[in-house]
């Protein structure tokens, strides 16, 4: 297995970090209704709530962007290197939301945006030639 796919395989659990953080002091009997609790929360715990949704949104391109990338036979060296960039991105950015640094979490999610971009203009490229 590359490192790019175990780059997705790390993806799938980003979410579930952002939710122990935002769930850290939900009492047991809440979560009968989670939702419900996470629209109760405020400050650091809501912006994690908030975090999760984002990595749920991000991981779809993510994921597809890495398969069409290893389908076209893309330089493996590159398509790892955007995919671990992109975990990288995306865990500085849970750790900046939840801090609410929103600027600096601006730049961050915008990288990790160019990482997801980079790996389908490289299966672009390769596909090309």
């Known amino acids: 297995m590359t490192v790019a796919f175990w780059c997705v395989f790390v993806a799938i659990l980003l979410p ?12 047991r009997r809440e979560n009968k209704a989670p939702r419900l609790y996470k629209e109760q929360l405020e400050g650091a715990e809501r912006r994690a709530a908030f975090a999760e949704a984002n990595q749920f949104e991000s991981f779809p391109a993510f994921a597809a962007a890495v398969i069409i990338a290893h389908i076209a036979n893309s330089d493996q060296g590159i398509v790892d290197a955007l995919a671990v960039g992109y975990i990288l991105a995306r865990v500085v950015y849970l750790y900046l ?31 090309s030639a």
């Open 97 to 127: 939301y939840i801090s609410d640094k929103s600027t600096l979490r601006t730049i961050v999610w915008a990288m990790g945006l160019a990482c997801v971009l980079g790996l389908i203009i490289s299966a672009a490229i390769t596909g």
């Open 16 to 27: 579930y970090v952002a939710t122990l953080y935002a769930k850290k002091n939900m009492p």
